[in-house]
């Protein structure tokens, strides 16, 4: 991409801070916010990230690429998405971060972590594993399931855990594995002594996760519509938790037969609640509560 346009070639709001307009505003918006607008914004980031924007979501998309217009000085959402076309950029990352939703929490929907400790079982300790967790968004997630991995095979397993985001803020402050300490509150005593530090000084009210639990985890950028996904090796299981529901049928369609080459056979797949691949039986045999097993 070229250099990003310099403070004195940007466009300019007017001094009030209201975009200049043929139109009225709609009462309370900085900018103009037309359908066309959002028809854009739904082709590019479907193009872009394979997410499917319906139409309840126009106050969200409005809210956070608000902040985009701010940063990049332009004064329309037209101005500013042309210029988003023109060019392959870091600014498409910075569209994709806007629009991506993070929410997590460690151990959320706990049967699966029983459900993994099981499959961990099955085989001999000295058995290497391979797991991905994609939307690993700030971390929770792929903590768990390393917690999960040493309370089962012990600090000296060979496991090996990949973390990938479309969203490149969420995944670096994933690698810090600093958090508040109130956002662990669901974790026990035992847990929380084992696997974290606590701050002190400054950074009272803080936790990190230990040197340990961090070494097993690659944190990595991987957009899961693209056909340039890194591996090499095969998983024995891979977290795609909350994802699909942002595709449509097609891509989750394209999605799941890409995690289908990934995965080892009878390699075990973990989604979301509101999931359900039941139309890809030729792919994933359903094996337990929002768990499918590779075919």
């Known amino acids: 991409m070229s250099a990003r346009p310099s403070a004195s070639t940007l466009p300019r709001r007017a001094e ?28 590019l980031i479907y193009q872009r990230a394979g997410i499917h924007l319906h139409e309840g979501k126009h106050a969200m998309v409005y809210s956070r690429l608000s902040r985009r217009l701010r940063e990049t000085g332009y004064a329309s959402f037209r101005e500013y998405l042309d210029w988003l076309q023109s060019d392959d950029g870091p600014e498409w990352q910075e569209f994709v971060n806007a629009l991506t939703t993070n929410l997590t929490a460690f151990f959320r929907e706990p049967h699966h972590f029983e459900i993994l400790a099981e499959y961990l079982r099955l085989r001999p300790a000295a058995s290497s594993w ?12 792929p903590y768990s399931i390393a917690m999960t991995a040493f309370e089962v095979l012990g600090a000296s397993a060979n496991f090996k855990l990949v973390a990938s985001d479309i969203d490149s803020k969420v995944l ?17 005593a035992a847990r929380l002594h084992r696997f974290f530090l606590r701050g002190k000084g400054t950074n009272e009210g803080m ?12 944190f990595i950028s991987v957009n899961l519509i693209r056909n340039d996904w890194p591996f090499r090796e095969p998983f024995d299981a891979v977290f795609c938790r909350n994802v699909m529901i942002y595709f449509d049928a097609a891509t989750q369609r394209q999605v799941l037969e890409r ?26 045999a359903l094996r337990g509560k929002t768990v499918y097993e590779r075919i």
């Open 207 to 218: 936790v990190r996760a230990k040197p340990e639990l961090r070494r097993v985890i690659d």
């Open 259 to 284: 995690i289908h080459r990934v995965l080892k056979p009878k390699g075990l797949l973990f989604v979301g609640h509101a999931e359900n691949f039941s139309e890809s039986r030729d792919l994933f």
């Open 130 to 141: 391979r797991v991905w967790c994609n939307a690993a968004s700030t971390g929770e997630e």
């Open 172 to 188: 670096a402050s994933a690698a810090t594995g600093v958090y508040r300490a109130d956002a662990l509150k669901g974790l026990d």
């Open 16 to 43: 009030s801070g209201i975009a200049p307009t043929s139109g009225p505003l709609e009462q309370g918006r900085e900018f103009v916010w037309t359908s066309d607008d959002f028809a854009k914004v739904q082709s």
